[in-house]
C-alpha cells in the first residue's frame, strides 16, 4: 500500500503510534510492577508466618530441652543418693537380724530395754559395736543370755554390775557382729 499522506501528517500518525507503543509499554510495567509488588507482599506474609511458626517451634524445644536438662540433673541427684543408700545398705548391719538374735537369745530368760549400735571401720574392716541393756530377774537367767549371745555375736562383755546382783538385774552388755558377714 502506498502511502499518499503528506510528510506532516505521516510525522504525526508515527508519532502517535510511538505514544500508543510507550503507553502500551507503560502500562505493561505498571501491571508488572504491581504484580511483583503483591508477589513480593504475599512471601513475606507466608515467610512471616513460617518464621513466627519456627520461633514458637524453637521455644517450645528450647523449653522442652530446658525441662529435660532439669529432669537429667533431678535423675543424676536421685541415682547419687540412691547410690549412697545402696552403699550404706552395703556396709551396715542388717538390725532385723540382730533383732532377731537378741530375741532368741533372750527367749523369756530376760527384757530388753534399749538397744544402740555403732559401726566402727577404723581398722580396715567393718565391725559394728551393739550395746543393749535391760532386765533379768535371775542370775542363772543373764548366764544363759551370756551363752546365748556369745554363740551368736563376738567380744561379748557384761558390765561388772551386772554380776553382782542375784535377783533383779538389771544389766548392760555390749558385743560386736562382723559387717562383713552379711
Not at 10 to 37: D, G, H, P, Y
Not at 56 to 74: H, I, L, N
Not at 77 to 85: E, G, R
Not at 121 to 150: A, C, K, Q, R
Amino acid at each position: 500500500m502506498i502511502n499518499l499522506l503528506p510528510p506532516d501528517q505521516k510525522a504525526e500518525v508515527f508519532n502517535e503510534k510511538k505514544e500508543r507503543i510507550v503507553i502500551t509499554l507503560m502500562f505493561f510495567l505498571v501491571l508488572f510492577l504491581l504484580f511483583a509488588s503483591i508477589t513480593i507482599y504475599i512471601a513475606r506474609y507466608y515467610s512471616l508466618n513460617a518464621l513466627s511458626e519456627k520461633e514458637a517451634d524453637f521455644a517450645s524445644k528450647k523449653a522442652d530441652f530446658v525441662e529435660v536438662t532439669e529432669k537429667k540433673d533431678d535423675i543424676a541427684t536421685l541415682n547419687q543418693k540412691v547410690s549412697q543408700l545402696d552403699d550404706f545398705k552395703d556396709n551396715s548391719v542388717n538390725l532385723y537380724e540382730v533383732f532377731l538374735d537378741v530375741n532368741e537369745s533372750m527367749k523369756g530368760t530376760a527384757r530388753l530395754d534399749s538397744l544402740e549400735y555403732r559401726r566402727d571401720g577404723s581398722g580396715g574392716d567393718v565391725v559394728y559395736e551393739i550395746t543393749l541393756s535391760g532386765y533379768s530377774p535371775s542370775w542363772e537367767n543373764l548366764v544363759h543370755l551370756e551363752e546365748e549371745l556369745e554363740d551368736k555375736f563376738s567380744n561379748v562383755n557384761f558390765s561388772s554390775d551386772s554380776w553382782t546382783q542375784t535377783k533383779d538385774i538389771n544389766f548392760f552388755v555390749k558385743f560386736e557382729k562382723d559387717g562383713n558377714n552379711d
